[in-house]
């Protein structure tokens, strides 16, 4: 299910996440050649991603259930 993006912040091992408007969050690494994300490494990039639809495995799972 896709839920928009209205914040961000870094975890304990100062990882990105993406906080959902759903209420959970999802980390959001730059991780080649895996996961291509490079907008996450800028506060500006971020800033850009903010209100953009992620898909919430969470709610994914609550959905099916």
């Known amino acids: 299910m896709h839920r928009r993006i209205t914040g961000f912040h870094q975890d304990e091992e100062r990882h990105w996440v993406a906080e ?3 209420g ?3 980390h959001v690494r730059h991780d080649p050649p895996w996961q291509l994300r490079p907008w996450v490494l800028t506060e500006e990039g971020r800033a850009s991603r903010l209100g953009v639809p992620l898909d919430c495995v969470i709610c994914d799972r609550a959905d099916q259930g």
């Open 20 to 22: 959902l408007e759903c």
């Open 24 to 26: 959970h969050r999802q």
